[in-house]
């Protein structure tokens, strides 16, 4: 199987893609978890979020209860991808996102 080599590098059609298909649900410890799939590696790939973050965010909103989540994603899928640095993991895609609550 190849995949493609990791490369740290700001991607704002990857981060539209990511805001677009990626799904929240609830996570251990009070956390949601906000899931699926690399739009360049095609690993599986989450961004964990504490609760008391969003609830802060909702609570800084204004008026009608609805709040955009500023949150910088990056790819950390445990797939194989040559040349990752010790300590990381994912393809080394990133982008900033925002999220309508
Ligand atoms: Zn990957
Ligand atoms: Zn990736």
């Known amino acids: 199987m190849t995949s493609v080599p990791y490369e740290e590098e700001p991607d704002d059609h990857w981060a539209?893609?990511?805001?677009?298909?990626?799904?929240w649900r609830p996570g251990?410890?009070?956390q949601w978890v906000f899931e699926g799939t690399?739009?360049?590696c095609h690993?599986?790939?989450?961004?964990?979020?504490s609760d008391a973050v969003l609830v802060d965010d909702l609570r800084a909103a204004p008026g009608a209860g609805t709040a955009t989540l500023d949150i910088l994603v990056s790819c950390?899928?445990?797939?194989e991808h040559a040349g990752c640095p010790e300590g990381?993991?994912?393809?080394g895609r990133y982008g900033g996102l925002k999220l309508e609550l």
């Open 16 to 23: 539209q893609e990511v805001a677009d298909t990626f799904q």
């Open 28 to 30: 251990p410890g009070g």
């Open 38 to 40: 690399c739009p360049f």
């Open 43 to 49: 690993h599986k790939m989450f961004r964990a979020i």
């Open 76 to 79: 950390n899928c445990r797939g």
């Open 88 to 91: 990381k993991s994912g393809c």
